[in-house]
Nanobody, 125 residues
Framework: QVQLVESGGGLVQSGGSLRLSCAASERTLSIPLMAWFRQAPGLEREFVGA???????RNADSVKGRFTISRDNAKNMVYLQMNSLKPEDTAVYYC???????????????????WGQGTQVTVSS
């Protein structure tokens, strides 16, 4: 059972930056895939980005060029650097982990079997 704890959320003005952190209870090197999702009020939880344990990452089109996902396997941490934030980025951000080396697409919620409690990000205009 992997436990994930997010931190770093908060209130920021449009155009600003935040870095979210996700601490894993187990060695992230043993976790094939880790990701960030977000959920705005009234909307479904959506994929933001994911990073494989080999360092290869992938981002949603809506955040490309603004958000960067990374992982530090020595510290068992995953990060989401968010720049040029927009009001539409306002959401609860969730860290997720997949114990499967292969499976459904990285963008699918069904791929991930462990989830954090989420951290609120609010971007004011």
């Amino acid at each position: 059972q992997v436990q994930l704890v997010e931190s770093g959320g908060g209130l920021v003005q449009s155009g600003g930056s935040l870095r979210l952190s996700c601490a894993a209870s187990e060695r992230t090197l043993s976790i094939p895939l880790m990701a960030w999702f977000r959920q705005a009020p009234g909307l479904e939880r959506e994929f933001v980005g994911a990073v494989h344990r080999n360092g290869v990452g992938r981002n949603a089109d809506s955040v490309k060029g603004r958000f960067t996902i990374s992982r530090d396997n020595a510290k068992n941490m995953v990060y989401l650097q968010m720049n040029s934030l927009k009001p539409e980025d306002t959401a609860v951000y969730y860290c997720a982990a997949s114990s499967a080396a292969y499976g459904t697409s990285w963008e699918s919620r069904a791929r991930y079997d462990y989830w954090g409690q989420g951290t609120q990000v609010t971007v004011s205009s």
